[in-house]
């Protein structure tokens, strides 16, 4: 499972993206998972750190949190 989220600190920050991929021993996918990209407000998206808006907007991946429904 990996996560992506609005900076490095779990305490404070919130998670935007889940994406799955089950792996057998040898690390060979062997399925994917769901790749859910979670809607956050506007008030957590602007206090992103700059580095982090750089690059959740070059993967697009900010203009699909902003657009996703699911929260």
Same mark, same amino acid.
């Given at each position: 499972?990996? !996560?992506?989220?609005?900076?490095?600190?779990? $305490? #404070?920050?919130?998670?935007?993206?889940?994406? #799955?991929?089950?792996?057998?021993?040898? &690390?060979?996918?062997?399925? *994917?998972?769901?790749?859910?990209?979670?809607?956050?407000? *506007?008030? $957590? !998206?602007?206090?992103?750190?700059?580095?982090?808006?750089?690059?959740?907007?070059?993967?697009?991946? &900010?203009?699909?949190?902003? *657009?996703?429904?699911?929260?």
């Amino acid at each position: 499972m990996d !996560l992506e989220m609005t900076g490095l600190d779990p $305490a #404070t920050e919130v998670i935007v993206e889940i994406a #799955t991929l089950i792996t057998d021993d040898e &690390l060979n996918v062997v399925a *994917e998972g769901p790749d859910l990209v979670i809607h956050q407000p *506007e008030a $957590a !998206l602007v206090a992103m750190d700059p580095f982090v808006v750089q690059m959740h907007t070059s993967s697009g991946l &900010l203009t699909a949190i902003r *657009e996703s429904t699911i929260t």
